[in-house]
Every structure is written in structure tokens, then in C-alpha cells.
């Protein structure tokens, strides 16, 4: 079974910190790497992905792949209360599957 | 540009009744996926299709579980009967290719609740 893993948390940080979300894969022939947010009640929102080893930048957040490890984050600069939701990592393989983990759910302390 | 579109938002039902929901995906996504989402858990895929086509069927319960994408746009999904343990979000999303990989985006969802 092709997996995706993440740590469920709740990982809390302070606001105006770096939160850092961690994901592992176990199928090799991944391409892509997917981050959606997920606030509580509502559906996946698209925040990023990266396919290439190294890091992403889009505003305050940051992806990093490294393909050795099987090893997916995702850093969020700045962390304001409203980041406050579960993020699910998301592996594509390449022939439109999609396999996601359960989620982390990140809260921002004002 | 619109997003994918899903209705019902929520739908209560007793066990046994049938029950189907709608998805309208993002205006020339050829790739279309029904997930469900069960409380603390990710997204599971049920079925996607290419165009017309269902091409992964393989986790979709098809002794109670249907779906179609007549004409390649939109998409229902019914389930008959439902039973308590269908309670989840049912999530629809599309895709497509942008630059060098599919992205995928997803609707709003249909919680459906089965008493």
C-alpha cells in the first residue's frame, strides 16, 4: 500500500513563528507533492505543490522536497491565528492518483 | 473563474433511502474524482473519470455506490442503500495540467448525514 504519512498533532506555535509541517511517502515513483488547507467544516484548499528537490517559495510559505528521504514540509513564516487548520500533504503519481495523509492540524496561539 | 460546484451542502437521510449528489467541475477539466472524507482522516479516492470514462472504479462499493459523467462535464454520485457507516464528507474535485503537473481542486463537499 502506497502511503503518505504525516503526524497528526496538534502542532502549536506561537503567532509571528515558523510552523513546520513534515510528510513522508513511500512510493518512489511520486512526482508531485500537493499542500492543501483544510479550516474545520470546509474543503481542501490548494496552497502549493512542488515537484522538484529543494525548496518553494509562495509568500509566507515555504514547500521542500527532498527525494532521498521521501520527505515533503511545508514552513509557514509569520504564523498568523487564521493558519489555524489541518494540512494535508497530498503525493501524485503521475497517472492522475492522488493518495493523501490523515492531515496535521496546526494551531496558531495569539 | 469558477470553482468546482457540488450540491447538495448537506443532506440528511434515514438508512436505507437513497441519495445522490452533484458535481460540476472547473470549466475544461477533463479529469473529474469523487473522494470521501471520513472525520480526521484524508480524502479517499471513490472513482475518477476521464472525460466520459470511469477509469478507477476500484474503491467504489459497487454493490450499493453508482456514479456517472454523462456527456464528460457533469457528474453524480448515488448511493442505494445508504447505510449509517456512509455518514462522511463527499468531496468532488477536477484537474488539470498546469506548467509540468495536474493540479486538483476541490468543491465544497456534501456532508451527508445517515440516521
Keep these: 500500500q502506497k502511503e503518505v504519512e504525516q503526524n497528526s498533532g496538534p502542532l502549536s506555535v ?3 513563528a515558523i510552523a513546520s509541517l513534515n510528510c513522508t511517502y513511500s512510493d518512489r515513483g511520486s512526482q508531485s507533492f500537493f499542500w492543501y488547507r483544510q479550516y474545520s467544516g470546509k474543503s481542501p484548499e490548494l ?3 512542488i515537484y522538484s528537490n529543494g525548496d518553494k517559495e509562495d509568500g509566507r510559505f515555504t514547500a521542500q522536497l527532498n527525494k532521498a528521504s521521501q520527505y515533503v514540509s511545508l514552513l509557514i513564516r509569520d504564523s498568523q491565528p487564521s493558519d ?5 500533504c497530498a503525493s501524485y503519481s503521475g497517472t492522475y492518483k492522488y493518495i493523501f495523509g490523515t492531515g496535521t492540524r496546526l494551531k496558531v496561539l495569539a | 473563474e469558477a470553482g468546482v460546484v457540488q ?8 438508512k436505507k433511502q437513497p441519495v445522490a449528489f452533484w458535481c460540476n467541475p472547473i470549466s475544461g477539466h477533463n479529469t473529474l474524482y469523487w473522494y470521501l472524507q471520513n472525520l ?4 479517499e479516492l471513490l472513482i475518477r ?3 466520459e470514462e470511469a477509469v478507477d472504479d476500484s474503491q467504489l462499493p459497487k454493490d450499493r455506490f453508482s456514479a456517472e459523467r454523462l ?3 457533469d457528474s453524480t454520485l448515488k448511493i442505494q442503500p445508504a447505510e449509517l457507516g456512509d455518514s462522511a464528507v463527499y ?9 509540468s503537473t495536474d493540479t486538483q481542486y476541490f468543491g465544497p463537499g456534501t456532508r451527508l448525514t445517515v440516521l
Design chain 1, 14 to 16: 506561537p503567532e509571528g
Design chain 1, 47 to 49: 496552497i502549493m505543490f
Design chain 1, 84 to 88: 489555524s487548520a489541518t494540512y494535508l
Design chain 2, 7 to 14: 450540491s447538495p451542502r448537506y443532506k440528511i437521510i434515514e
Design chain 2, 40 to 43: 480526521g482522516q484524508g480524502p
Design chain 2, 49 to 51: 473519470y476521464e472525460n
Design chain 2, 71 to 73: 456527456k464528460g462535464v
Design chain 2, 91 to 99: 468531496l468532488c474535485a477536477s484537474s488539470a495540467i498546469f506548467g
